[in-house]
């Protein structure tokens, strides 16, 4: 009996293995774009720069013509509390497709301060093909001006990533010095 219950105890500790999306800055491109060489001038190419809090993901965008369409490019939006008058920033994110968004939620580091120089995405969004996935409240969605245009704070490290480690900024601060001075022309969280 003691080896037919080691043998069903054994059983039910199999577990499904976990699935595991990839992180903020993994599912980020960095691909094929005009790098600004200053944090000056990303802020200046920038619709609004602001420091705030990441508080949740949420289902984004989609683009391509049919619901079922697997080369279809799907979007999350990442939700960032800034302080600022106007609610919650809804950031567009690209996202690796085939993952369900509560796998996608657990990636995130929701909780880390983070830094964001953006773009109205609006006209981009009136394009044919977009389609909106989530709840829209009417709120502005955003876009990274570049992938240098976000610095995310890894609290455990001590330092602050960066959304392309390979274009550096010739006026950026040290990546383990004050988290605040990667903020060019923008808003500080309240």
């Not at 037919?4 to 054994?10: D, N, R, S």
């Not at 508080?55 to 984004?60: A, C, L, M, N, S």
């Not at 939006?77 to 968004?101: A, K, Q, R, T």
């Not at 909780?111 to 829209?136: M, N, Q, S």
């Amino acid at each position: 009996m003691l080896v037919a219950g080691l043998a069903l105890t054994a059983c039910g500790d199999e577990e499904e293995p976990q699935v595991v999306a990839p992180g903020l800055l993994q599912s980020l491109p960095t691909g094929d774009y005009e790098a600004a060489t200053t944090l000056t001038e990303l802020a200046e190419r920038s619709d609004r720069v602001t420091m705030g809090t990441v508080v949740d993901v949420e289902e984004g965008f989609r683009f391509g013509d049919a619901a079922d369409d697997p080369g279809a490019s799907r979007f999350i939006e990442l939700i960032v509390e800034s302080g600022e008058l106007d609610g919650p920033i809804h950031v567009v994110w690209p996202y690796e497709y085939g993952y369900d968004i509560d796998v996608i939620r657990e990636s995130m580091p929701i909780g880390a301060p983070i830094v964001l120089y953006l773009t109205d995405f609006r006209t981009i969004a009136a394009e044919k093909g977009w389609y909106h996935l989530g709840p829209d409240d009417g709120h502005t969605h955003w876009i990274p001006t570049t992938p240098q245009g976000v610095i995310l704070a890894d609290s455990e490290a001590g330092v602050a990533r960066l959304g392309d480690p390979s274009a550096p900024l010739t006026d950026a601060p040290p990546v383990d010095g004050d988290f605040e001075a990667w903020l060019v022309g923008g808003t500080p969280t309240e």
